[in-house]
């Protein structure tokens, strides 16, 4: 069935470097779409969203990136820091359902060395 | 404002034994969602209660039930437990309706024995 995936299940960086986590989904139908973060034993932690319609958006040190023609989400996080230690998910939020149900990836752990 | 509450924080159960869980919403949040997460399905949405109705309802039995009540919040309870129930439970909370931001509290970790 339809889904939201990663590419990679885990990702190792340099603490200071830049990390981009990657996603792709396979649902056009989708009008939001979001990153959390879970660090162990904590529930997920909201990051950021963007709209369908939108290309790129910018937070503190986080930048999503979305190319519909491709079907493809980016987590983009800069300097990273040994606090970005996670696991990451995607999710999206299909344009025909009125709440808030959430389609989950299956997640990057993110490890950041020192 | 404080976060999402969510008790018990762990649970052990036997198999066919009964458990209800309980989730209390940050304060002014509406809409509660329910999740079970394990390291084989991940993330999977269970349901999602709004001003007391269930909105959306996920691929789980009918074992499966929850509730929210006037107060915003909300219960959910699984029936003749099974091995396979065991997973952490997340509960999230939203400020708004139809855009997917949500807030999680920390989980109910359920075993099943």
């Known amino acids: 069935g339809e889904s939201v995936g990663l590419h990679l299940p885990t990702l190792s960086v340099q603490e200071g470097d830049n990390s981009i986590i990657n996603c792709a989904y396979s649902?056009?139908?989708?009008?939001?779409f979001i990153w959390y973060k879970q660090e162990s034993g904590k529930g997920p932690q909201f990051i950021i969203d963007i709209r369908s319609n939108m290309d790129k958006r910018q937070g503190q040190r986080v930048t999503v990136l979305l190319n519909k023609t491709v079907k493809h989400l980016s987590l983009q996080i800069a300097a990273t820091q040994p606090g970005d230690s996670a696991v990451y998910f995607c999710a999206e939020k299909r344009a025909n359902n009125a709440g808030n149900m959430l389609t989950f990836g299956g997640g990057t752990r993110l490890m950041v060395k020192p | 404002k404080a976060g999402v509450t969510q008790t018990p924080r762990y649970l052990i159960k036997t198999r066919g034994q009964q458990v209800t869980l309980s989730c209390s919403p940050i304060?002014?949040?509406?809409?509660v969602s329910w999740y079970q997460q394990t390291p084989g399905q991940g993330l999977q949405f269970l349901f999602e209660?709004?001003?007391?109705?269930?909105?959306n309802k996920g691929n789980f039995p009918g074992r499966f039930s929850g509730r929210q009540f006037s107060n915003s919040r909300s219960e959910m309870n699984v029936s003749t437990l099974e091995l396979g129930d065991s997973a952490l439970y997340l509960c999230?909370?939203?400020?708004?309706?139809?855009?997917?931001?949500?807030?999680f509290g920390p989980g109910t970790r359920l075993t099943v024995t």
């Open positions: 304060s002014g949040h509406r809409s």
């Open positions: 999230a909370s939203s400020p708004r309706t139809g855009a997917g931001e949500q807030y």
């Open positions: 209660y709004f001003s007391e109705t269930q909105r």
């Open positions: 649902n056009s139908a989708s009008d939001y």
